[in-house]
């Protein structure tokens, strides 16, 4: 899959960020939200978040939040890019790209998702990015049926999650993927414990990404 990008989301311990960081993934995820495990505020700081390497988009995920409050955060912590990942309306993803704004919409896939409900997103948002619908938002660690991607024909870029790990990104069902991931949205599979990566296992998979390019 030709430049296929890294997306680490969920970290929050400020060492494991740094050895994150050395990595060079393309997008580093900050969970804004209070009931994640990974609830990043209180542990980063603005500082911390400055002194990654610049070509690292940082990517702050929140739910169901205000626009005031999301505007208050990309400021405050210098964020490239937000990640919605609740019941956010299009409306609301048209004030946030009014203000100059990037924007990940997240949709939750299950065997009743249809594509169609992010036709009036488009305009507003530079990417999708398709988990697997669970009892949380995000890092659920569950994978949703790949085969449903043949249903999504809108133009706009997709990051995939749910439940990756180093065994399912080489499956022959991962390279046969239609669509192609512009991303892939790496979390629970890659973790030590909720908000702490294994970087060793990070390693492996830039390795094997920069291999398969």
């Known amino acids: ?9 969920g970290m929050h311990d400020p060492e494991n960020i740094r050895q994150v960081a050395a ?5 580093m995820g900050f969970i804004f939200y209070k009931g994640s495990k990974r609830y990043c505020e209180g542990h980063i700081t603005p500082e911390l978040l400055a002194e990654l390497p610049a ?7 929140f739910v169901n939040e205000t626009t005031e409050d999301i505007l208050a955060t990309v400021e405050k912590y210098g964020l490239d890019l937000v990640q919605l990942h609740g019941h956010e309306t299009p409306g609301q993803c048209r ?18 998702f249809s594509f169609e409900n992010t036709l ?6 530079e990417f999708f990015l398709f988990d697997t619908r669970g009892n949380n938002f995000g890092g659920n660690g569950t994978v949703f049926d790949w085969e449903m991607l043949k249903g999504y024909f809108s133009p706009i870029p997709y990051f995939l999650s749910g439940g ?21 949205d790496v ?20 390795t094997l990404i920069k291999e398969r390019d």
């Open 1 to 9: 899959m030709k430049d296929l990008k890294i997306k680490v989301c």
């Open 23 to 27: 990595l060079q993934p393309d997008y």
């Open 55 to 61: 070509g690292i988009n940082k990517v702050g995920v």
């Open 95 to 112: 004030e946030l790209q009014e203000t100059g704004i990037r924007l990940i919409k997240a949709f939750s896939v299950d065997d009743r």
């Open 120 to 125: 009036l997103y488009e305009r507003y948002c």
């Open 164 to 184: 990756l790990n180093l065994e399912n990104l080489q499956s022959k069902e991962f390279e046969k993927l239609r669509p192609k991931p512009f991303a892939i």
């Open 187 to 206: 979390n629970s599979g890659f973790e030590l414990e909720p908000g702490l990566k294994d970087v060793e296992k990070l390693k492996e998979l830039v």
